[in-house]
C-alpha cells in the first residue's frame, strides 16, 4: 500500500529558531500533499495544500510567511516553521494524495511533534 | 465541502458490533465518503470508502443510503484496540482531493 513518512517524528526547540519538517510519498508520487496541525483533544485541522512545482495554498488563517511550505518534487513536500514560538507547539501530520478513476485517495503520515520550549 | 456531523462519543464493549452514524447534508454529486481511524499520536489510517449502497472490506462494513445525506460505519466484534478517533469526511473529488475534517467519534471500547 501507499505509504507516507514524515521527519522527524518528534523535535524539540528553542523559541525563535526555526524547523523544517518533510513529508515524503515513499512507494508513489503525489502531485498534491496537504499539511495538517493538531492540537491536543481535537480534530485535524488543515493548513495548506501543496502542489508539486507550484506555491502552496494556505487555509484561512494560517500565516504563509510563518510557515513556509515546498513541495519541489512529486515525492516530497517540506514545511517549516519559521521563528517558532510556544503556541506553534502541536501535532504536525502531512497527507499525499493520490487520484485514481476520478477520484482522490489520501494517505497520511504518521505525524511530527513540535514542542517549542 | 460537505459539513458533517457525527456523535462526539460511544462506548461499546469487546465483542459487540458498533454503528457509527454521520450525516452529511450538503454532500456534492462527485464526493466519496471517506472513513479513518486516529489513534493518540499517530496519522489517521484509512477504514473504508464508498460512493453509495454498501461497503465491505475486512474491517468495515459502510451503508450508505441512496440519498448519500449519511452514511453509518458498522464495525464488527471490536476490540479494546479499536478505542480511537473515527472520523467520517466527505469529498476527495475533483482536482485537489481537499478534505476538511469534522470533530470525529471518540469509541471507548470496554472489556
Known amino acids: 500500500g501507499a505509504v507516507v513518512s514524515q521527519h522527524p517524528s518528534w523535535v524539540i526547540c528553542k523559541s525563535g529558531t526555526s524547523v523544517k519538517i518533510e513529508c515524503r510519498s515513499l512507494d508513489f508520487q503525489a502531485t498534491t500533499m496537504f499539511w495538517y496541525r493538531q492540537f491536543p483533544k481535537q480534530s485535524l485541522m488543515l493548513m495548506a495544500t501543496?502542489?508539486?512545482?507550484?506555491?502552496?495554498?494556505?487555509e484561512q488563517g494560517v500565516e504563509k510567511d510563518k510557515f513556509l511550505i515546498n513541495h519541489a518534487s512529486l515525492t516530497l513536500s517540506t514545511l517549516t516553521v519559521t521563528s517558532a514560538h510556544p503556541e506553534d507547539s502541536s501535532f504536525y501530520i502531512c497527507s499525499a494524495s493520490v487520484t485514481s478513476g476520478g477520484r482522490n485517495e489520501q494517505f497520511f503520515g504518521p505525524g511530527t511533534r513540535l514542542t517549542v520550549l | 465541502l460537505a459539513k458533517t456531523t457525527q456523535p462526539i462519543s460511544m462506548d461499546s464493549y469487546e465483542g459487540q458490533e458498533v454503528n457509527i452514524t454521520c450525516s452529511h447534508n450538503n454532500i456534492a454529486t462527485n464526493d466519496y465518503i471517506t472513513w479513518y481511524q486516529q489513534f493518540p499520536s499517530q496519522g489517521p489510517r484509512f477504514i473504508i470508502q464508498g460512493y453509495k449502497t454498501k461497503v465491505t472490506n475486512e474491517v468495515a462494513s459502510l451503508f450508505i443510503p441512496a440519498d448519500r445525506k449519511s452514511s453509518t460505519l458498522s464495525l464488527p466484534r471490536v476490540s479494546l484496540s479499536d478505542t480511537a478517533v473515527y472520523y467520517c469526511l466527505v469529498g476527495g473529488s475533483g482536482n485537489t482531493g481537499k478534505l476538511i475534517f469534522g470533530q470525529g467519534t471518540t469509541l471507548q471500547v470496554k472489556p
Open positions: 501543496s502542489n508539486e512545482g507550484s506555491k502552496a495554498t494556505y
